[in-house]
Protein backbone atom coordinates (compact mmCIF):
# COMPACT_ATOMS: atom_id res chain seq x y z
CA UNK A 1 0.00 0.00 0.00
CA UNK A 2 2.90 2.35 0.51
CA UNK A 3 4.09 2.18 -2.54
CA UNK A 4 0.69 2.59 -4.30
CA UNK A 5 0.46 6.02 -2.15
CA UNK A 6 4.10 7.09 -2.98
CA UNK A 7 3.49 6.54 -6.48
CA UNK A 8 0.61 8.79 -6.43
CA UNK A 9 2.08 11.24 -4.22
CA UNK A 10 4.85 11.34 -7.22
CA UNK A 11 2.77 12.63 -9.79
CA UNK A 12 1.18 15.31 -7.24
CA UNK A 13 4.91 16.47 -5.83
CA UNK A 14 5.99 18.42 -9.24
CA UNK A 15 3.07 20.78 -8.98
CA UNK A 16 3.90 21.37 -5.77
CA UNK A 17 7.24 21.85 -5.70
CA UNK A 18 6.98 24.49 -8.66
CA UNK A 19 5.38 26.45 -5.82
CA UNK A 20 8.20 26.10 -3.21
CA UNK A 21 6.62 23.16 -1.34
CA UNK A 22 6.54 19.38 -1.35
CA UNK A 23 4.77 16.39 0.74
CA UNK A 24 6.31 13.20 2.17
CA UNK A 25 4.55 10.24 3.13
CA UNK A 26 4.14 9.41 6.67
CA UNK A 27 1.88 6.82 7.49
CA UNK A 28 -0.97 4.84 6.13
CA UNK A 29 -3.01 3.23 9.23
CA UNK A 30 -7.30 2.14 9.15
CA UNK A 31 -7.52 3.88 5.25
CA UNK A 32 -5.69 7.72 6.45
CA UNK A 33 -2.81 8.43 4.67
CA UNK A 34 -0.84 10.62 7.13
CA UNK A 35 1.38 13.27 5.38
CA UNK A 36 3.62 16.19 5.86
CA UNK A 37 3.38 19.27 3.66
CA UNK A 38 6.90 20.81 3.71
CA UNK A 39 8.95 24.10 2.31
CA UNK A 40 6.25 26.67 1.14
CA UNK A 41 3.30 24.22 1.44
CA UNK A 42 3.93 23.99 5.40
CA UNK A 43 2.51 27.54 6.32
CA UNK A 44 0.88 28.33 3.32
CA UNK A 45 -3.21 29.63 3.96
CA UNK A 46 -4.29 27.35 1.62
CA UNK A 47 -2.87 24.37 2.90
CA UNK A 48 -5.51 22.96 3.63
CA UNK A 49 -7.42 23.46 0.16
CA UNK A 50 -4.35 21.34 -1.24
CA UNK A 51 -4.81 19.16 1.38
CA UNK A 52 -8.25 17.88 0.59
CA UNK A 53 -9.18 19.42 -2.72
CA UNK A 54 -5.80 18.14 -3.87
CA UNK A 55 -4.05 15.43 -2.75
CA UNK A 56 -6.63 13.62 -0.64
CA UNK A 57 -8.87 13.73 -3.55
CA UNK A 58 -6.23 12.16 -5.86
CA UNK A 59 -5.16 9.66 -3.70
CA UNK A 60 -9.27 8.44 -3.33
CA UNK A 61 -9.81 8.29 -7.00
CA UNK A 62 -6.57 6.20 -7.36
CA UNK A 63 -6.89 3.90 -4.04
CA UNK A 64 -10.04 3.09 -3.28
CA UNK A 65 -8.94 1.67 0.16
CA UNK A 66 -7.86 5.76 1.03
CA UNK A 67 -10.85 7.10 2.97
CA UNK A 68 -8.82 10.36 4.40
CA UNK A 69 -5.81 12.33 4.35
CA UNK A 70 -4.23 14.45 7.32
CA UNK A 71 -1.44 16.34 7.77
CA UNK A 72 0.80 16.55 10.46
Given at each position: MEDRIKAVLETIRPALQKDGGDVEFIDFHEGTVTVRLKGACGNC??????????IE????AAIPEVVAVESL
Amino acid sequence: MEDRIKAVLETIRPALQKDGGDVEFIDFHEGTVTVRLKGACGNCPMSTMTLKQGIEKRLKAAIPEVVAVESL
